[in-house]
C-alpha cells in the first residue's frame, strides 16, 4: 500500500547571505522597503514539499506517489525521480506553463525571505485524487483549489490524511481552514503556522488537538509538541552534526511522520523519528541531498 503525497514539484534556488536581514532592514522606512541583498552563494535544487516529502518517505523505505503538477521544464526532475524509484504516474505535465519555481534567500541566522511562482502548479486541481492502493495521505501546500478538492476527495473515499498547511496558510480563511480540520486525520504546523490557525479558526492548540488524531507543532531546534486529546507532550530535538541550511526540514519531518503512521507507530515514536530525520536534513544543502543511516533510523 502506498502513501499519497499531494502538493507541490517545484524547482528551489537558495541564496545565501553572509550577513543578517536585520541588518539591512531600517523599521523606520518600512512603509517603502527597497531591498538589495548580496548573496555570495547560490545553489539550485530538486525541491516542492510533495517532491521533498516523497524524497523522505523513500529513504525510509515506504512507496510514496506524488500527486503534483509540473511545466515544460520538468523533464531533469521527473528522470530524477524515478531514478530514486519514486513513481511519477500522477505527475501530470502541463506543456504551456512552468513548473514551480520557488527563490529563498537564507540570512546568517538562518533566517528565510522566500519568493514563489505557481507555474503549472496553480492546475493542480485538475488532477484528481487516485484512492486505489493508497493507505495514507498528506495534503500540503499547493494551488489553493487543489488542496480543497484533494481533501474533499480523500474524505469522501474514506482516506486518512495529514493536513499541512505551510506556506499556503494565508490563503484560506477561518472557515475554509476550519473545514480541512474536520476531514483530517492529524495536523502538522510549524510554531508560527500553529499561532495563525489558532487565530483564524478561534480555538487553542489544545481545543485543535480534540478536533482530530493528534496535532503535532515542530519547534526547530527545541523539537516539537505532540497534542493528543488536549494533553501536550514535548519532543526533544535531535541535535545535528551542523546547522548548514533549513531548507526542506519541515518536508522531512513529514515524511518520517508518513512512514511511521503507515507502520501503524504512535505519534510520539513519529515524532522522534521527525525530529531525527530534521537533524540530518538541516547539515546538509538543499532539500533532497541527504542520506540516511539505516542503523540510525533503526533505532528510532
Known amino acids: 500500500m502506498s502513501i499519497l503525497i499531494s502538493g507541490s514539484i517545484a524547482f528551489d534556488n537558495i541564496l545565501s ?9 531600517l523599521p523606520e522606512q518600512i512603509d517603502k522597503l527597497s531591498l538589495s541583498l548580496h548573496a555570495p552563494h547560490m545553489r539550485s535544487d530538486f525541491g516542492g514539499c510533495a517532491g521533498n516529502i516523497a524524497y523522505a518517505v523513500r529513504q525510509l523505505g515506504s512507496t510514496p506517489v506524488p500527486l503534483a503538477t509540473v511545466g515544460k521544464d520538468s523533464a531533469p526532475y521527473l528522470q530524477r525521480l524515478q531514478a530514486l524509484g519514486i513513481s511519477t504516474d500522477h505527475v501530470a505535465v502541463l506543456p504551456d506553463c512552468y513548473t514551480a519555481q520557488c527563490t529563498i534567500f537564507t540570512d546568517a541566522q538562518q533566517n528565510q525571505i522566500t519568493a514563489f511562482h505557481p507555474g503549472a502548479m496553480g492546475l493542480a486541481h485538475q488532477s484528481a485524487v487516485p484512492v486505489d492502493g493508497i493507505q495514507l495521505a498528506i495534503v500540503s501546500p499547493n494551488g489553493k483549489e487543489a488542496m480543497q478538492t484533494h481533501a474533499d476527495q480523500l474524505h469522501a473515499a474514506g482516506v486518512d490524511f495529514v493536513f499541512d498547511p505551510g506556506q ?13 480540520i474536520d476531514m483530517a486525520s492529524w495536523l502538522t504546523l510549524n510554531d508560527y503556522e500553529a499561532h495563525m490557525l489558532t487565530e483564524r479558526v478561534g480555538m487553542d492548540r489544545a481545543a485543535l488537538s480534540r478536533e482530530v488524531r493528534g496535532l503535532v507543532v515542530t519547534l526547530g531546534e ?14 526533544p530535538a535531535v541535535p545535528p552534526q551542523q546547522a548548514v541550511d533549513p ?4 518536508d522531512a519531518w513529514r515524511g518520517a511522520l508518513l512512514h511511521g503512521l503507515h507502520q ?4 510520539l515514536r513519529c515524532a522522534r523519528l521527525g525530529n531525527y530525520l530534521g537533524s540530518v536534513k538541516v547539515a546538509h544543502r538543499g532539500p533532497q541531498n541527504y542520506q540516511l543511516d539505516p542503523e540510525a533510523v533503526a533505532r528510532y
Open 264 to 267: 501503524g507507530w504512535d505519534l
Open 17 to 25: 547571505l553572509s550577513s543578517r536581514f536585520a541588518d539591512h532592514i
Open 222 to 235: 527545541q523539537g516539537c509538541e505532540v497534542w493528543q486529546g488536549g494533553q501536550r507532550d514535548i519532543v
Open 168 to 180: 499556503a496558510m494565508p490563503l484560506f480563511d477561518g472557515a475554509e481552514l476550519r473545514r480541512f
Open 247 to 250: 531548507t526542506g526540514c519541515g
